[in-house]
C-alpha cells in the first residue's frame, strides 16, 4: 500500500479571519467613548427611565444597600420635568417593579401611583432636581461603607484608579441636624453638591446625581466602593494617593457618564435575565 502524503496548505491561500464577521474597516472602540443615545419619543424616554429605575432598585438590593425604609432613587419625568419617578416607603428594593414607582410633583403630592412616598426623599430630591436642571437622577441609600466613611468628616483620596472617577468630583456636606424633613436642608443639600456627581453627607451617607438614571446608579456603586477601599486601606496601613496629575488623566479618561452606563447595563442585562418581572 502506498502511503497518502497530506501536503500544508499554502499560506498565501489562506484567510486567518475566514467565517468570521470582520469590521469592515477595523476600528478602534473603548468602553469610555462616547456613544449617540438612541432616538426616543418622550413616551418611550419617559418607560426607559422607569425601567432603569427599578432595575437599580433591585441592583441596589443585591448590593447590599437595603437597610430598613431607608433608600431612594429618583428619575426627572421627561415631559413633566418639575416631576420626578420615586419608589414608594415601605417596599423593599428587591421587589420593586416598574408598576410600583411614584410621580411626585413638586409639592410632594403623589400624582401617580399608591404611595406613600419618603418624606426624606422628596425633602432631598425635590430640591436637587430644582436647583440643578441637567441632573435627571440622583441617588441616596445608608449603605454600610458610605455610612462609616461618612462619619470621618472627609473627602475621599485617589488611592486607586476606580477612585479617580471622583477626583475633584464629590463635595463634603458637613452640617447634619437628623432626618432631612425639612426642604431647607434638602436645599442646602443640592447647593453643596453643586455640578459635582457625588457628596458625601457626614455622619448620614453618600449621594449621588447626574445625567442619567444608569450613570447615578453605577456611580453609587462605585462611591460605595471606593469608601469600603479607602477604610481598608487605611486600616491596615499608610496609604499612598495617586499624584494629583496622574488622577486628574484618569478623571478625564473613566470619569464620564458613558463608562457609567455601559457598567450599569452590564449588571442589568443580568437582572433583568434573572427577575424579568422587575419591568411589569
Known amino acids: 500500500m502506498s502511503a497518502v502524503l497530506e501536503t500544508a496548505p499554502n499560506v498565501g491561500d489562506f484567510d486567518p479571519l475566514a467565517g468570521l464577521a470582520v469590521n469592515t474597516p477595523p476600528r478602534q472602540h473603548f468602553w469610555w467613548d462616547e456613544s449617540a443615545v438612541p432616538a426616543r419619543n418622550v413616551a418611550q424616554e419617559r418607560r426607559h427611565r422607569q425601567e432603569k429605575l427599578a432595575i437599580t432598585f433591585r441592583l441596589f438590593a443585591r448590593q447590599g444597600f437595603d437597610v430598613g425604609l431607608a433608600g431612594h432613587v429618583t428619575a426627572r419625568d421627561p415631559a413633566l420635568p418639575d416631576h420626578f419617578w420615586v419608589n414608594p416607603l415601605g417596599l423593599h428594593f428587591s421587589r420593586i417593579r416598574v408598576s410600583d414607582l411614584l410621580l411626585?410633583?413638586?409639592?410632594?403630592?403623589?400624582?401617580?401611583?399608591?404611595?406613600?412616598?419618603n418624606q426624606?426623599?422628596?425633602?432631598?430630591?425635590?430640591?436637587?432636581?430644582?436647583?440643578?436642571?441637567?441632573?435627571?437622577?440622583?441617588?441616596?441609600t445608608h449603605s454600610l461603607h458610605g455610612k462609616a466613611w461618612s462619619t470621618l468628616g472627609r473627602l475621599?483620596?485617589?488611592?486607586?484608579?476606580?477612585?479617580?472617577?471622583?477626583?475633584?468630583?464629590?463635595?463634603l456636606?458637613?452640617?447634619?441636624?437628623?432626618?432631612v424633613f425639612e426642604e431647607d436642608e434638602g436645599w442646602r443639600i443640592a447647593q453643596a453638591i453643586g455640578s459635582r456627581k457625588a457628596l458625601i453627607l457626614k455622619n448620614h451617607g453618600i449621594l449621588t446625581a447626574g445625567p442619567t438614571v444608569e450613570a447615578v446608579a453605577w456611580w453609587y456603586i462605585a462611591l460605595e466602593n471606593a469608601c469600603r477601599t479607602q477604610l481598608l486601606a487605611e486600616?491596615?496601613?499608610?496609604?499612598?494617593?495617586?499624584?494629583?496629575?496622574?488622577?486628574?488623566?484618569?478623571?478625564a479618561q473613566?470619569?464620564?457618564?458613558?463608562?457609567?452606563?455601559?457598567?450599569f447595563d452590564s449588571l442589568a442585562a443580568v437582572l433583568v435575565e434573572d427577575e424579568p418581572e422587575v419591568l411589569t
Open 173 to 179: 456636606f458637613d452640617d447634619f441636624t437628623g432626618v
Open 156 to 171: 475621599l483620596d485617589p488611592l486607586t484608579q476606580d477612585a479617580c472617577v471622583f477626583y475633584n468630583d464629590h463635595a
Open 104 to 117: 411626585v410633583n413638586a409639592r410632594g403630592e403623589i400624582v401617580v401611583g399608591r404611595g406613600p412616598l
Open 235 to 251: 486600616a491596615a496601613g499608610k496609604p499612598q494617593p495617586i499624584s494629583p496629575q496622574v488622577a486628574e488623566h484618569t478623571h
Open 120 to 140: 426624606a426623599a422628596f425633602a432631598i430630591h425635590a430640591a436637587i432636581h430644582e436647583a440643578h436642571p441637567q441632573v435627571i437622577a440622583a441617588a441616596h
Open 254 to 263: 473613566i470619569g464620564r457618564a458613558t463608562g457609567a452606563r455601559r457598567a
